[in-house]
């Protein structure tokens, strides 16, 4: 049997404000098997965000084990954990968060920076990201000349370029018309069956989370029994 | 695309702010060089100062005199080649808003022992010949409209009464830094006066000048001098000509002070002119330094984003500076040029500008670069959820 990508083990998690606790996980057991596409779904401030920065290695848990890709990430530093979220991780955000100042091919190519990929393997990468999600035609833009959608799209090709074992979506259509948002689920969908990416989706809209094989529901902290 | 294009393009993101930013770097990295250069111009006479002559004058004061009869004493001293002498004259054309200088000297051997005034040969003979004749530099001339032949009455005030000189010569400086604005006429033309006049007067001057050898004799020739009229009644001090032109520099020390430290401020508004732009662009660009790493980014490379941007602009400013620092200094010159003769920016005064700028750009960068990587993730998403 084949260890699980994700594992989280008696996870819990608080922030401190000023001397004031806010506990917002806990004790999370929750594994998700190599190849799967798990929506977690919960109203806001069930800790959904929360769950996903812990697996994703940009937050850490108060107490308990993230391991994730065969790591324990809280035995990794801060650089070793940069260095581990470039290769294993690709991030979905709902508001996109694409630079501006740059192309929508050169917002794919800004994580392939940190590899020692030539330019032209770069260039061959980016293009093929982008034909994934459909905008090899729009390489030239600027997210400014982009339609929610398209930003979406290319998104999520910056978060597939340095192909990662996991893809993790914060509410990916929260910001997007119901004809986008369902292009983008049918698109991670198409990634998770096509290119066998394990993906995990926050969300709180049901028909986002339609496309899901597995649902997790998280309330107030606390994962419902699957 | 390379970081190098990321830095570019965050910095010209908003073209107003790194406009205007870049434009107050390049006026206080122009002011910073033009107020050096006059600084360093404040000391072109020191630096116009002949290694092979010395000074010799009263060791209590210059304001007290010196009596003629020294001038064969010291020429028979070992090592020197030449004496001369001057005197401070003091007055007046016409009105004292017309201040230039007026030396009497010793007209059969000052300019030899000047060689960087250069007067024409008839012209020095048309003034050896002549009494109450008088050689002006170029630059007075040309301010006041004076032709040789000019007849020019100053009205004395060290020496008083009215005093009637023909200018028979204009010299000009063999190098730039040689001033051109002084009136030179004949120590005997007032001398003669003195002795009718003001007989204890007569037969006293301000200094003498000695031309030695060998200039790496300079302090024992100074002591064999000042040793030959030790318990006299005018005791001198010899020193170098440098050391004397330094001396009435000093006089101007606190001025020199002033502009020093304005120059200072100027570094410290320019810094923090970037250093405000520098932590707008770090408050604006939380949230992306935060995505950047979140995509794998590493705090030295988040660094280099904030560092290659403020030295970008830093950079952009200071050359900006610089080029215009040349035309200013050509406007400046066209003012002071009859002051100072050498307004001229020196290549290590541009070096300065430049590593200014450079350091501005890097002290600049520290505390937006400490928020941007300090910042964690999750608070730079401003996700909880």
């Given amino acids: ?226 | 695309m390379r970081i190098a294009k990321l830095i570019r393009k965050n910095a010209t993101r908003r073209p107003l702010r790194t406009a205007l930013t870049v434009l107050g770097l390049a006026i206080a990295v122009m002011a910073f060089v033009i107020i050096r250069t006059t600084v360093h111009a404040w000391y072109s006479d020191v630096e116009a100062s002949s290694p092979n002559r010395l000074v010799t004058r009263n060791a209590v004061s210059m304001v007290f005199p010196l009596p003629l009869s020294y001038k064969e004493k010291i020429a028979k001293v070992d090592g020197v080649t030449g004496v001369s002498y001057g005197q401070w004259f003091g007055g007046i054309y016409v009105d004292p808003k017309n201040f230039f200088v007026q030396f009497a000297i010793d007209q059969t051997t000052f300019f030899d022992l000047y060689p960087e005034y250069i007067v024409p040969p008839d012209q020095l003979e048309a003034f050896l010949a002549e009494r109450n004749a008088a050689i002006v530099g170029r630059k007075l001339a040309d301010r006041f409209g004076w032709s040789v032949g000019d007849a020019v009455r100053l009205t004395g005030t060290i020496y008083p009464g009215d005093w009637d000189f023909i200018i028979r010569g204009i010299y000009t400086g063999a190098k730039e830094n040689t001033q051109e604005v002084a009136w030179f006429f004949r120590f005997d033309y007032i001398d003669e006066r003195m002795r009718i006049e003001a007989p204890p007067r007569a037969g006293k001057l301000g200094w003498y000048i000695v031309r030695i050898a060998d200039p790496s004799q300079a302090a024992a020739i100074s002591r064999n001098i000042d040793s030959l009229f030790e318990n006299s009644l005018a005791e001198t001090l010899t020193e170098t000509e440098e050391a004397f032109n330094l001396g009435f520099v000093a006089m101007g020390s606190s001025i020199i002070f002033g502009l020093n430290i304005i120059s200072i401020l100027v570094i410290g508004i320019i810094f923090l002119v970037l250093t405000n732009t520098m932590a707008m662009t770090a408050r604006e660009r939380v949230s992306e330094y935060a995505i950047m790493k979140t995509l794998g980014f590493r705090p030295f490379q988040i660094s280099s984003l904030v560092f290659g941007e403020s030295l970008f602009i830093a950079a952009l400013g200071g050359a900006f500076g610089l080029a215009i620092a040349l035309p200013v200094r050509k406007l400046v010159a066209v003012v002071i040029d009859y002051y100072v003769p050498a307004f001229k920016i020196e290549p290590v005064t541009f070096v300065l500008g430049a590593l200014a700028s450079i350091l501005v750009g890097l002290l600049a960068a520290i505390f937006p670069t400490v928020k941007a990587v300090r910042t964690p993730i999750v608070d730079g998403l401003r996700i909880i959820d």
């Fill in chain 1, 1 to 226: 049997m084949t260890e699980p990508l994700v594992q989280l083990k008696s996870v819990d998690k608080s922030y401190w404000r000023d001397s004031l606790e806010i506990p917002v996980l806990h004790n999370i057991n929750f594994e998700v098997p190599e190849g799967e596409f798990l929506g977690l779904m919960g109203p806001s401030g069930s800790g959904k965000t929360t769950l996903l920065n812990l697996i994703a290695g940009i937050d850490r848990p108060s107490s308990g084990r993230v391991v994730v890709c065969g790591e324990d990430l809280s035995r990794l530093s801060e650089g070793a954990l940069a260095r581990w979220r470039s290769r294993n991780i690709g991030f979905v955000f709902q508001l996109y968060n694409l630079m501006p100042v740059l192309t929508a091919f050169e917002n794919v190519e800004l994580p392939l920076l940190l590899t020692k990929l030539n330019r032209s393997e770069r260039r061959r990468q980016v293009e093929t990201a982008l034909s994934i999600v459909g905008l090899a035609d729009r390489m030239k833009h600027y997210p400014s000349q982009l339609s929610g959608g398209q930003e979406q799209r290319v998104a999520i090709a910056r978060a597939i370029v340095t192909d990662p074992n996991l893809l993790l979506a914060d509410e990916p259509t929260g910001d997007l018309d119901k004809q986008s948002a369902k292009e983008i689920m049918e698109l991670l969908s198409r990634l998770n069956k096509e290119f066998n990416k394990t993906i995990i989706v926050v969300t709180h809209d049901p028909r986002a989370a339609e496309k899901a094989r597995i649902i997790r529901h998280l309330d107030k902290g606390e994962l419902e029994a699957a």
